[in-house]
């Protein structure tokens, strides 16, 4: 009885010692929730509101930034509505497009008709995409979730916005849009649902489209930042252009999120 | 002559195994890995996603995936559905993986023991069965209970699949059958059929007790991994392949790789818990050493399963991604990329164990004193291997720890964060354990071959010239090429590896061959220290098993089956790690209390108490 009492007890202790390893020792993130349906009503959208539906598909529920990023998984889409032209010229290109939109529309439900040099599925020459077509799978967007994003990719990335708010759908249309976020209670949580380390150093992200903000506090105070987060074009930060950072940000966060955020950005000395 | 025969079962077993595996890569439905990975993941209305759907004139129809709602899901107040499955789902594994494994091994000491006419190798088998056949009727209580809870709580989950398995599951009921009924003339046979064309019988019991044991799990993994990697479904969940369609379907042989090579290693671990409180419960040094050897290849067994198991992760890792990158990227990228730091500390808990075993181990023999001086070096480069395979890359980091890290990598350890330095790490792991290994085996021997000085020569060259392969391949391709080439050293490192292992070993075997001993082992020579370690190899296995199961099961998100089935019950969400480390170590608690139990069992099994004047004599009933 002796030996079962000594090698339970020992048992527990390393389960217990990975247990709390696995509860104290790393962060908890809360997974995203399921996304939701829910009720849009498009007849009252300006075009604004429709690019900023759209990036909030592109960094919720397309999952496109999980690729699209600095890390190098997938070509970045800053300067698409640019790059588009060259591509539909280009002689290895498969597909049908012949505007951006067009091309955009193709790379998002067809993505092998082009792909990026080096960025091609292993041993396919850069013949086939990784990419899955995003109105299917596990990402499934519908025909105005997939005309949201592309109006956000033409308007991000510097090409004019073609794209109409679908006439078909306008009133009460149902549409799963991005995630049925918990309420957030750290500027980490805030910093990682509007994805700020894609274009900033932040928070033990890379990104390098915009400031390194590791240390902004320094420099900065709480009224400044604050412009910068609600209206981004109002001073551009020297050795960077303009237009580069979305303006949707006033429209999105809420009061909580938006003091969160500046108060944690200011204390970064 | 008997060697031969062994070698031709032996030959027949793997060639089984092979043609089982092999076989869903053969026609007649076009095989998964024909089909675009990128397009495997994606229903497009009307179109079928993974294998092409065979033409069937008399094909069945299937009903779509059911759209459900909240409302739909049974719920029994103070009973959670989704931790009440995971536990007993869980736990039917663990046992399943048990016993599946135990008869892999017995197989093959079985014929060891035909081989050599050691008797010692026979009992063992026949042992490691004893504990195998309490824990097979457990088995069969879980999977029932599985399924019990099953209908009760996601009847409709359970339709849904039972409907497009219904030509497989008629099968599985048989081959059930066919496999408890085998394995008692196995078990219960065992003495009966012994010595010459009997014991060939039974030797031939055990090849087809594996051979049915593998389709059971092939086919119980055919269910996992639909829900996973869908075949032969259109957008709405409607199934029009055959069942072979829905059994082959993307990730089913790497899953299948994956837990053949992972239950060895696991039953390994639990007979070597076993052989450890078997061997602290010994009255005398005659048990103490018979459980000493028996926890000896209980652990060599662990092991030998263990190093290989990083390459079987490897590649179901790389199908994982080849059928749908957004589902790689969720489990190495996303939130599950946590996961791979405990996974970091349990492997290290895995191999810092298993080697301390070994060392100890070296105490059995009187040769040992001339490798002592070298454990510690080994001890250093596990324990720094470890490390950085434990640093993890990206943190989220508090304002304060910030600043005191003085940006988002710390200055010196940040490089050590990659996946090129953990993948150079792990192959430092898996040689410098290899090395305790052959450490443990010569310490009993020398050489008498003579040229034995230029083999150990041959030998050091070859770990020498490995290792800096190993490290160029990991500095290479980890500083000095882009994000997209980080990961492209992992093969050759790991081919190094192998190439290492198995030219080192083959250098070994013609070496020793002959070889004189030092003096014979003692063993039961062994500290009661050294059988913790045993218990922690099987504590670190269940837990990490669990913990393993929950991710894979986690990276289908808010979907019973991947992207036609969707999940709509409260429990939709993906729960965080900390709370999935809770379920895992309740599991793991209950698994181990259920084991000891066993293994109580067993102890009591053999104990015999003599009582006078309880039972009538003879004489006394006669008068």
Known sequence: MINIIKVSTFSLVVIGGFWGFSNFGIPQIKPALPPIEEKLDLGTLTMDEFIALGNKIFNGKGNCTLCHNTMGRAPMLDRIGTVSIDRLNDPLYKGEANTVEGYLYESLTKPSAFVVSGYGKSGSNDTESPMPDVTGGGIGLNDIELAAVIAYLQDSGGAEVTVSIPEVSRGNSEIPVAEQAPSLKTAEEVIAKYACGTCHTIAGQTGEIGPNLTSIGKTRNKDYLRQSILDPEAIIAEGYKGGMMPVIYGDEMNAKELELLVNYLASLE | ?623
């Open chain 2, 1 to 623: 002559m008997l060697t031969q025969n062994i070698r031709k079962v032996g030959r027949a077993f793997l060639l089984a195994v092979l043609v089982i595996l092999i076989l869903p890569t053969c026609p007649p439905s076009a095989s998964a890995s024909e089909v675009p990975a990128s397009h495997a993941s994606i229903p497009v209305a009307g179109a079928t996603i993974g294998s092409t759907p065979t033409p069937d004139t008399k094909k069945a129809t299937y009903p779509p995936a059911p759209k459900l709602t909240t409302a739909d899901y049974p719920r029994i107040t103070g009973v959670n559905s989704r931790v009440t499955v995971w536990l007993v789902a869980q736990l039917h594994l663990w046992f399943g993986a048990f016993v599946l494994a135990v008869p892999m091994f017995v197989f093959i000491i079985e014929a060891i023991g035909m081989a050599t006419r050691d008797e010692r190798y026979d009992s063992m088998a026949f042992e490691f069965m004893k504990v195998s056949i309490i824990a097979y009727s457990l088995t069969a209580l879980l999977g029932g209970l599985l399924t019990f809870v099953l209908v009760l709580l996601y009847p409709d989950l359970f339709k849904y699949l039972a409907t497009i398995f219904r030509g497989s599951m008629f099968a599985y009921a048989l081959l059930f059958f066919a496999e408890s009924a085998i394995l008692y003339i196995y078990y219960y046979g065992w003495h009966w059929l012994q010595g010459g064309n009997k014991k060939w019988v039974h030797l031939t019991l055990g090849l087809l007790l594996n051979s049915v044991g593998c389709l059971l799990m092939f086919l119980a993994n055919a269910w996992t991994t639909f829900m996973m990697s869908p075949a032969a479904v259109d957008a709405a969940g409607v199934f029009n392949g055959d069942t072979w369609a829905a059994i082959h379907n993307f990730l089913w042989n790497p899953i299948n790789v994956h837990r053949v090579v992972a239950n060895i290693a696991f039953g390994g671990s639990i007979i070597g818990a076993y052989a450890a409180f078997k061997f602290l419960s010994a009255k005398n040094n005659g048990e103490r050493a018979h459980y000493d050897w028996i926890g000896y290849n209980a652990n060599f067994i662990a092991i030998a399963a263990l190093l290989p198991l990083p390459f079987a992760g490897y590649y179901l890792t790389a199908e994982l991604y080849a059928y749908s990158q957004q589902m790689g990227i969720t489990l190495m990228g996303g939130v599950f990329a946590w996961i791979f730091i405990i996974q970091a500390v349990l492997i290290g808990a895995l191999f810092l164990s298993a080697n301390y075993y070994l060392w100890c181990g070296m105490g059995r023999s009187e040769g040992a004193y001339r490798y002592n001086a070298k454990i510690k070096y080994i001890a250093i480069v596990l324990v720094a291997a470890f490390m950085v395979w434990f640093t993890p890359h990206t943190l989220v980091l508090t304002n304060a720890e910030l600043k005191s890290l003085g940006g988002p990598y710390h200055e010196y350890l940040g490089v050590l964060g990659i996946m090129p330095a953990k993948n150079t790490a792990v192959n430092f792991l898996i040689i410098f354990t290899f090395i305790s290994f052959m450490l443990y085996r010569r310490a009993n021997k020398i050489p008498t071959v003579s040229w034995a000085t230029t083999g150990n020569a041959i030998q050091i060259a070859l770990f020498a010239v490995g290792l800096i392969n190993i490290t160029v391949l990991g500095v290479y391709y980890g500083y000095f090429t882009n994000t997209v080439y980080k990961v492209a050293s992992s093969i050759p490192q790991v081919l190094t590896t192998l190439i290492i292992i198995i030219s080192s070993t083959v250098v070994e075997a013609f070496m020793y061959k002959g070889a004189k001993e030092v003096a014979p082992l003692q063993w039961g020579r062994m500290s009661n220290r050294s059988q913790y370690a045993l218990f922690l190899l099987a504590v670190a296995f269940t837990w990490l098993m669990g913990l393993m199961g929950y991710v894979r099961s986690s990276i289908r998100q808010h979907w019973h089956v991947s992207n036609v089935f969707r999940d709509n019950s409260p429990d939709a969400y993906t729960p965080d790690l900390g709370y999935a480390a809770t379920i895992v170590s309740i599991g793991t608690i209950l698994f181990m209390v259920m084991v000891i139990f066993i293994f109580w069992l067993s102890a009591i099994n053999s104990r015999r108490t003599v009582v006078k004047e309880y039972w009538k004599h003879k004489h006394d009933q006669h008068h």
